[in-house]
């Protein structure tokens, strides 16, 4: 999941990158070599906060209706929070499967772009790059930028990656476990996670007046066509809130309005 | 079945765009307009998956113990609590007011 001064509020699997400063705590990361227990310790403690949002992922997915087995491989094969959550949530409502797949990826085309990013500073051999590719998230990204060297950079993305990967399948193991467990997980509040989850991810992602404007339009077209088109498909409609917003605002700019222009470039 | 290939395309995809980030040349992705909508994406996608599972009952609107769960998780965040304290809130909050006949 995406940089403000919050962001290293945000434990779930899908926290953003943001380069220079520490994933835990919010602390500023000290530039020259860092020691590997210094990195380890980062990997560590973001391992852990995210291990806890998986057992929220096992009840959400097992209250969905999803069986032990189908919550489970999702964590192992998708191992990507929100698209997970996203997938859970549309199949709930009742979707049919290639619209709610169609939203997970959406939610996971992110992971390109940190990809692309990790690439330089991994510099990975190629053969090596598909067994990494698993573990590019919001979390690896967002330790493996912090570090100052290439080297720190390695053994930060691995070691979160490690961390990140056997913490978040035991605890959606035991999440789904738990869920089977409690019975009736609306009773106890748990259909609330999902949302909570969801905001949580968004909050630190509303920096400038294009992000809200793009959110409160995604809300709009999501809860209005929900009535009306086959579950899944609303939250497609509404993901359309990213391109209108771009193309109002390159409209604006295209009239010379100045002011529009400066603010526009603010945000990139 | 059908959840299994949802499952399956969830995996496949994911995992492709995942790659795709560390394989293709960097200039690529590099336009500035790939990248902000890029950013803005996930921007929508959330937005909208928080309102609907906030406010949907399948494919009806309806304002239920969630609105107040949602909202305690609002609050939270901006009180700058930590992720796990959020998502609590929102549970705990959600669970008192159903039970309570909300």
């Known amino acids: ?268 | 079945m059908n959840v299994w290939i949802a499952i399956g395309l969830t995996a496949a995809g994911c995992y492709l765009v995942k790659l795709a980030g560390l394989l293709v040349p960097a200039d690529t992705l590099e336009r500035p307009l790939v990248q902000r909508l890029a950013a803005l994406l996930p921007v929508a996608l959330l937005a909208a998956l928080t309102a609907q599972q906030t406010f949907a009952v399948g494919s009806t609107l309806t304002v239920d113990a969630r609105v107040a769960g949602v909202a305690a998780a609002a609050l939270a965040l901006v009180l700058r609590a930590p992720f796990l304290v959020v998502v609590g809130a929102a549970v705990a909050v959600t669970a008192v007011v159903r039970a309570l006949g909300g």
């Open chain 1, 1 to 268: 999941m995406t940089a403000s001064e919050d962001r290293d509020q945000v434990g779930g699997l899908d926290r953003g990158p943001e380069r220079g400063r520490g994933p835990v705590g919010g602390s500023p990361v000290v530039s020259g070599a860092r020691p590997d227990r210094a990195v380890v310790r980062d990997a560590l403690g973001v391992g852990v906060a995210v291990g806890l949002s998986g057992f929220a992922f096992g009840v959400t997915s097992a209250g969905a209706g999803l069986t032990l087995l189908q919550t489970c491989v999702l964590s192992l094969l998708v191992f990507t929070g929100a698209s997970q959550f996203a997938l859970v949530g549309a199949l709930a409502a009742g979707g049919n499967p290639f619209t709610a797949a169609a939203g997970a990826f959406f939610l996971g085309t992110r992971n390109a772009f940190y990809g692309l990013r990790l690439s330089q500073l991994l510099a990975l051999p190629r053969w090596v790059r598909p067994f990494a590719a698993h573990w590019v998230i919001d979390e690896t990204t967002a330790v493996a930028l912090a570090q100052p060297d290439q080297r720190s950079t390695r053994l930060g993305f691995t070691a979160t990656g490690l961390t990140l990967y056997l913490l978040w399948n035991l605890t959606t193991l035991l999440g789904g476990l738990g869920a089977e467990a409690i019975g009736d997980t609306a009773a106890w509040g748990l259909d609330a996670a999902g949302p909570a989850v969801f905001l949580a991810l968004l909050a630190p992602m509303l920096r400038t007046a294009t992000e809200r404007a793009t959110a409160g339009l995604a809300v709009v077209l999501g809860l209005a066509f929900l009535p009306v088109l086959p579950a899944g498909v609303p939250v497609l409609v509404a993901a359309l809130a990213a391109p209108l917003v771009l193309w109002f605002q390159g409209r604006r700019i295209r009239r010379g309005d100045a002011t529009s222009e400066t603010s526009a470039k603010r945000d990139v």
